[in-house]
T-cell receptor, first 111, second 119 residues
Framework: NAGVTQTPKFRILKIGQSMTLQCAQD?????MYWYRQDPGMGLKLIYY???????DKGEVPNGYNVSRSTTEDFPLRLELAAPSQTSVYFC??????????FGQGTRLTVV | AQTVTQSQPEMSVQEAETVTLSCTYD???????LFWYKQPPSRQMILVIR??????QNATENRFSVNFQKAAKSFSLKISDSQLGDAAMYFC????????????????FGDGTTLTVKP
């Protein structure tokens, strides 16, 4: 099992550009999450999903969009990138009653 | 909304000593899960220990144990016989056990405690 795979690992965007962060898991988890982590800070929930076709906003959803068309994939879309979106992004997945399994993270810089 | 508070941004401990990291949370739910994760400089998130709210017994994993006080909404982590490899940022996390409706599956993290282990 690969676990949770995030791509890319690093990316530099210019202000106003858009991009999609990819996340895939092969553990058949029904729950999936996107978090952002600013330097020295905790994880802030952006969006989450409890199953294919179901998504919900977390604490900091503005400027982001998600979709969940399959159990395995949960891409995060950034529209009109802003410097405030410079952060490390983590995707995670879990069953209802288990711990979350995290990807390696994507370091995004918006310049 | 559920919130998780870690009131100690930084802690330090002497190698082989014991340290306790604090975590409090706020929720109106009766059924939920609590977790402690470790994040070393590699950035990888590693589960340390988990607790189900319906269990009264405190979880233990080798040198790691928790003090779960449901009425006080407190979930502290005790690390015994601290080792140099324990140095990391530690996060407390809450997840709703709801399977339907609002907040089903929602998971919230605290801001973390940076633990330094002195040789």
């Amino acid at each position: 099992n690969a676990g949770v795979t995030q791509t890319p690992k690093f990316r530099i965007l210019k202000i106003g550009q858009s991009m999609t962060l990819q996340c895939a898991q092969d553990m058949n988890h029904n729950y999936m999450y996107w978090y952002r982590q600013d330097p020295g800070m905790g994880l802030k929930l952006i969006y989450y999903s409890v199953g294919a076709g179901i998504t919900d906003k977390g604490e900091v959803p503005n400027g982001y969009n998600v979709s969940r068309s399959t159990t395995e994939d949960f891409p995060l879309r950034l529209e009109l990138a802003a410097p405030s979106q410079t952060s490390v992004y983590f995707c995670a997945s879990s069953y209802v009653n288990t711990e979350a399994f995290f990807g390696q993270g994507t370091r995004l810089t918006v310049v | 909304a559920q919130t998780v508070t870690q009131s100690q941004p930084e802690m330090s401990v002497q190698e082989a000593e014991t340290v306790t990291l604090s975590c409090t949370y706020d929720t109106s739910e009766s059924d939920y899960y609590l977790f402690w994760y470790k994040q070393p400089p590699s950035r990888q998130m590693i589960l340390v220990i988990r607790q189900e709210a319906y269990k009264q017994q405190n979880a233990t994993e080798n040198r790691f144990s928790v003090n779960f006080q449901k009425a006080a909404k407190s979930f502290s982590l005790k690390i015994s016989d601290s080792q140099l490899g324990d140095a990391a940022m530690y996060f407390c996390a809450y997840r709703s056990a709801r399977r339907l409706n609002t907040n089903a599956g929602k998971s919230t993290f605290g801001d973390g405690t940076t633990l330094t282990v002195k040789p």
